[in-house]
């Protein structure tokens, strides 16, 4: 299958489904990933929490531990994606190419206003995709439920998840090894869910079952 997994930032993928990216990539799917900003960021003074080439420099290395060969980056500006024309227009010339089976996207409602903004227009851009499954790559709640429903048992691909999480030096560095055993314990709340080790979990937008014959 063609599997799309579309990330807002350098670091999604790999917190987000980086145990099932990297699962689907050893069956022999053809996965592609998608980073739609520079993932560059400052803060509310202007000072500068993160360059934009270490943000690369850190991403490329996590994605490359996954395993991931087709890499495509958008380098929109962080913290200022819109669903609109635009984001629109970039994805879509990617989904043109691309031609996905499977999308694995934001979910919709996350606080992130990044986050939110690629799933919507994700939702427009792969209409015609088979399904589409939603992951949600940060721990900020909101008024709204993330429901999960699908889940995958990741328990043999976690230390290359784990490896790829710890490319990105400059935010661990930030948030404190409580970053990590915080992905690390709700992946294995997930996988007591279903009985393994470690699992991801997403909430389906739609799903398509046994395609083919």
Partial sequence: ??????????????IGCGG??????????????TIVTNSGYSDEYGNIVRESSVA????????????FKYINEL?????????GHQLIHELEKLSKEIKPDIVFTHWDQ????????????????????GSILMYR????????QFHESIFVDV????????????????????????????????DKARGMEINVEFAESFQ???LQLFKGE
Avoid at 4 to 11: E, K, L, R, S
Avoid at 24 to 33: P, R
Avoid at 111 to 127: E, G, I, L, M, P
Wanted: proline share 1%.
């Fill in 155 to 186: 328990s043999d691909f976690y230390q290359i998840k784990k490896n790829a999480i710890n490319m990105h030096v400059s935010e661990v560095t930030k948030f404190g090894k409580h970053w990590e055993s915080f992905i690390e314990a709700q």
């Fill in 110 to 129: 996350d606080v992130h206003q990044d986050h939110a903004a690629v799933a919507k227009s994700s939702f427009t851009v792969c209409r015609k995709a």
């Fill in 204 to 206: 389906v937008v739609k």
């Fill in 137 to 144: 790559p940060n721990w900020y709640r909101t008024s709204v």
């Fill in 20 to 33: 099932t990216a990297a699962k689907l990539i050893s069956q022999g799917h053809e996965c592609h990933v």
């Fill in 56 to 67: 690369r420099d850190e991403g490329l290395a996590g994605l490359k531990t996954l395993g």
């Fill in 75 to 83: 380098n929109l500006e962080t913290g200022k994606l819109t669903h």
């Fill in 1 to 14: 299958m063609k599997i799309w997994f579309i990330g807002a930032h350098f670091d999604d993928i790999e």
